[in-house]
């Protein structure tokens, strides 16, 4: 795996709690996403970076935030999460934009919210 | 939404047998990108291809695209019990990160 770790890498959390998933990575990439897993749909993006303190949306961002204050961390929060945001969340990153090149992908975390 | 999408969803095959599996897309592309995802990992990147290729092999497997048809192919050849897991296309437009397909899950049985 390409120097990025996830944490945690499990998690069970209440509805209506304030959760954040860290991804840190030692390849000192410019770039880094976050994606999340369901059953049927495929990888969604939910948001990414392009530089320390530059962040976008993605696809699926609502209920998610960001922010990068190093090149190496990328944290997602979700604010008050839903039962909605069960899924796997996968962390990536890439040393330039993907239309360029390919993109590294962490192990996940598995996010149950009840 | 999805720009790419796996067809078929899900393959079984014998061990030795190749395997191939499509991808179609809407628009259009800078590069369309394979990956692997063994159960429970994350995805691990196989071959990227460019608009402009039409091509590419790395070791067993053999990517092509035709642009015209907006589709892929990703064929794995003499496949192996190992070669288990979920493809998934991607594709990137512009200066937009990549888009996931759905995914085909191969079954490979020995």
């Known amino acids: 795996d390409a120097g990025i770790t996830q944490s945690p890498r499990h998690k069970v959390t209440e509805t209506g709690t304030p959760v954040t998933l860290r991804c840190h990575q030692t390849e000192n990439h410019r770039y880094m996403y976050w994606y999340r897993q369901d059953p049927g749909h495929g990888l969604r993006l939910i948001h990414y970076?392009?530089?320390?303190?530059?962040?976008d949306k993605g696809e699926v961002s609502d209920g998610y935030s960001v922010s990068r204050s190093k090149t190496e961390d990328f944290l997602l929060t979700l604010e008050s999460a839903t039962s909605s945001q069960t899924s796997v969340y996968f962390c990536a990153i890439s040393r330039d934009r993907q239309a360029y090149t390919e993109a590294f992908f962490g192990q996940g975390t598995r996010l149950t919210v009840v | 939404s999805q720009q790419g999408e796996e067809d078929p969803q899900a393959l079984s095959i014998q061990e030795g047998e190749n395997a191939t599996m499509n991808c179609s897309y809407k628009?259009?592309?800078?590069?369309l990108q394979w990956y692997r995802q063994n159960s429970g990992r994350g995805l691990v990147h196989l071959i990227l291809?460019?608009?402009?290729?039409r091509e590419k092999h790395s070791g067993r497997l053999r990517v092509t695209l035709d642009t015209s048809k907006k589709s892929s192919s990703l064929l794995i050849t003499a496949s192996r019990a190992a070669d288990t897991a979920s493809y998934f296309c991607a594709t990137s437009r512009g200066n937009t990160p990549l888009v996931f397909g759905k995914g085909t899950r191969l079954s490979v049985i020995a």
């Open positions: 291809i460019r608009s402009n290729e």
């Open positions: 970076s392009y530089g320390v303190k530059d962040t």
């Open positions: 628009t259009s592309i800078n590069n």
